[in-house]
């Protein structure tokens, strides 16, 4: 499916561990708090404008901070800003909606309003950079990271484009918390929810490049067993990265729940993307010896994801 | 691979399918009602509203009736553009949305949020933009592909570019895309914040125009690829050429002065393809009739055409401004506009922004050979489309 070869040459991730901040974060992983994982998030004022932090929700931040530090240190003119998001900017949705519903006047203040759409997100990352290159933004219950990274390949593949600024990013607020429990109470047990965003620099360029990404697809879900078979072997996959935990994989081939890490939320496979970046690349790794790793994750309605992201030698 | 319309569905306030929305547009009948306080009891504004409750929608289209009006409203328009599919085939589903099932889940929240009465969940589980897509799956022919886009009211022209994309890279033969949105408390009161919406009826382009009039629809293209269209003996509609999305970077609910996302927008259409600005025969406008919307297209245009530019108008008045779906509804009228050979005039105007572009006032047969498609959006999102006779 891939005509290009396609390399990662940054990333950066906020999350329920030190991530952001820390290289030897898999040193001291953090449990869940009450059943949630909640980001741990740097102090922004250190990445953003303050001019600009004060009229950001809390997911723009996760976004546009993870944004800027994948760009750190990376001189790249970005082709394209996607971002993916499946719960959108909920919090500065919910405090519109209560001031239309709690409040007996109409809302004469349209800020939340503004920071309402999902939009927000990629958006105020191309004003803070004056980036004015493709931009888009993903939503999707269950897959919006793959979905992203899907366009982001596809505008790699459809045009003279050659670096890609990818990102994905949901929060979590107690007002959310709360209906995702009522609502889980009539299915199955309810999931560690959490929150977290991260960013990645895709690009055709090889030159300091921290991975490649060996193969991308999406596959009807009922051909997935037998691809990942193959895939298996094709690319001596060290490990397989899901959301749960599936019976269908290969017994010699370790499988990694990310969720165990982050938490569940709709672009998790983000961060369990960058869980494999970091394991190729870090010095203290979660999980040792990788080389290579494949991610898959699968949505209700037969549609999977395959990734094959893998060291550069 | 080439990328062709074999088909276009809609649903607006100006009907609940192709003909009688192209009937109104010839005869200037535009689709708004003094009403929008069936929304929102506090408010009165003109709104393009389409006339069938969720019930009769529900029944009409045999769908679970605890859809959003968003799905409803788009699983109607999608019905409408299936007629030239063939399946098996690996088949795609991409839309816009921006309130998603806002809608519904204003009556949950409603409750929830002044904790009286029950806030039920059946109102809830399906606000996500996602859900507005993926809840209506199971209506359709086997899907290989379902996405959603929501770049604000650029979200439908966004997701035909992602639809043509799929099939130029040969990853799908077919691809239903365009957007839908419904009428809600959260966008007009948001709007009306803004102090964007007009008290009168919008007149897009005009030197006196004072706002948006917005309104609630679902308009799709059936994308199909040159191989599909071989092997089942399709005559399709157009050619959709061409396309571009690029960011304004200059302010959240702004554009910049000079137009410069509408200008890069239209420009990279066209050069993309390599096709002169003497060869575009009519622009399909966004012009939603605020001051800054209109003042950028228009500067925009004549930046890129110069005083010779293209027949240009603004379909909005009829519809209102659909947000997530007038990418898609106007994608459907400039795809009849060259079947027509006709342009839609727009309504309401009286006089020119100076400077400015003049829009056509009259509905006039014109030789359409190729058509651009402005969707603009908040953030400084601006995507452009072009469609081309065959």
């Known amino acids: ?313 | 691979m080439r990328v062709f319309v074999a088909d276009t569905g809609i649903v607006s306030a100006l009907g609940a399918d192709v003909e009688s929305n192209l009937c109104r547009l010839l005869d200037m009948q535009h689709g708004l009602c003094f009403k929008s306080s069936y929304i929102d009891p506090d408010t009165d504004y003109y709104v393009g509203r389409v006339d069938l409750s969720n019930e009769e929608l529900c029944s009409m289209l045999d769908a679970k009736t605890k859809l959003s009006r968003t799905s409803l409203l788009s699983l109607h328009a999608v019905n409408g553009c299936l007629k030239k599919l063939y399946m098996p085939c690996r088949l795609g589903f991409i839309s816009g949305t921006t309130v998603g099932g806002m809608e519904r889940s204003e009556s949950f929240f409603g409750k929830y949020i002044s904790r009286t009465g029950t806030a039920k969940i059946g109102d809830i589980i399906y606000h996500t933009c996602g859900s507005a897509t993926s809840s209506i799956a199971y209506c359709l022919p086997e899907l290989s592909y379902i996405s959603t886009i929501n770049t604000a009211c650029s979200s439908a022209a966004n997701a035909i570019m992602l639809g043509a994309q799929k099939i130029k890279s040969g990853q799908l033969d077919a691809v239903i895309a365009g957007g839908s949105d419904s009428l809600c408390r959260f966008t007009l009161n948001g709007f009306r914040s803004l102090m964007i919406l007009d008290d009168d009826r919008c007149k897009p382009m005009d030197l006196n125009r004072s706002g948006l009039n917005l309104g609630e629809g679902a308009g799709y293209l059936l994308l199909i690829s040159e191989d599909f269209v071989e092997k089942h003996g399709i005559s399709p509609l157009c050619e959709l050429k061409s396309y571009a999305n690029v960011n304004d970077a200059f302010h959240a609910t702004a554009l910049s002065g000079e137009g410069e996302g509408p200008y890069l927008a239209m420009k990279q259409t066209l050069d993309r393809v390599g096709l002169s600005t003497g060869e575009i025969d009519y622009i399909n406008l966004h012009g939603t009739g605020t001051e800054n919307n209109d003042m950028a297209e228009s500067a925009a245009i004549l930046r890129l055409f110069g005083e010779k530019y293209p027949l240009s108008s603004s379909t909005k008045p009829y519809t209102g401004h659909t947000l997530g779906a007038s990418g898609g509804i106007e994608a459907v009228f400039s795809v009849l506009a060259i079947r027509e050979q006709k342009v839609f005039p727009n309504l309401n105007f009286t006089e020119p922004m100076n400077p400015g572009t003049v829009p056509v006032l009259k509905p006039e047969a014109h030789r359409i050979r190729y058509v651009l498609s402005n969707s603009f959006g908040f953030g400084g999102n601006c995507s452009c489309l072009l469609f081309a006779k065959i």
């Open chain 1, 1 to 313: 499916m891939m005509k290009d070869r396609i390399y990662i040459r940054s990333c950066s991730c906020i999350s329920a561990q030190d991530t952001f901040a820390s290289p030897a974060w898999a040193e001291s992983i953090r449990s869940p708090e009450n059943g949630l994982y909640r980001c741990m998030e740097p102090d922004y004022r250190d990445i953003i404008d303050p001019a600009f932090l004060r009229r950001m929700n809390r997911v723009q931040k996760f976004g546009l901070c993870t944004a800027l530090n994948s760009l750190r240190d990376v001189d790249a003119r970005l082709d394209a800003i996607i971002f993916a998001t499946g719960w959108g900017c909920i919090d500065s949705t919910y405090r519109f909606l209560e001031r239309l519903f709690d409040q007996k006047e109409l809302p004469v203040n349209p800020a939340v309003f503004i920071q309402s759409t999902h939009n927000t997100i990629a958006a105020q990352t191309a004003i803070y950079l004056k980036n004015k290159s493709f931009n888009s933004t993903i939503s999707d219950n269950r897959l919006p990271f793959e979905l992203a990274m899907d366009n982001a390949i596809l505008c790699l593949q459809d045009s003279d484009s050659r670096n890609i600024l990818l990102g994905a990013c949901d929060e979590l607020t107690p007002q959310l918390l709360d209906i995702l429990n009522r609502i889980s109470k009539f299915g199955k047990p309810e999931p560690l929810y959490g929150e977290g965003g991260a960013c990645f620099i895709l690009s055709k360029e090889e030159e300091n490049g921290i991975a490649e990404i060996r193969y991308f697809a999406s596959i009807p879900g009922r051909d997935m067993p037998e691809t990942v078979n193959d895939l298996s072997v094709r690319y001596s996959i060290d490990y397989i990265f899901t959301l749960h935990s599936n019976g269908f994989f290969p017994d010699d081939i370790p499988q990694i729940q990310y969720t165990n890490y982050f938490g569940d939320f709709p672009t998790c496979a983000a961060c369990g993307f960058w869980l494999a970046l970091d394991c190729l690349n870090s010095k203290n790794p979660p999980i040792p010896c990788a080389r290579n790793i494949l991610l898959v994750s699968e949505n209700k309605h037969g549609m999977a994801f395959i990734t094959v992201v893998g060291k550069i030698f």
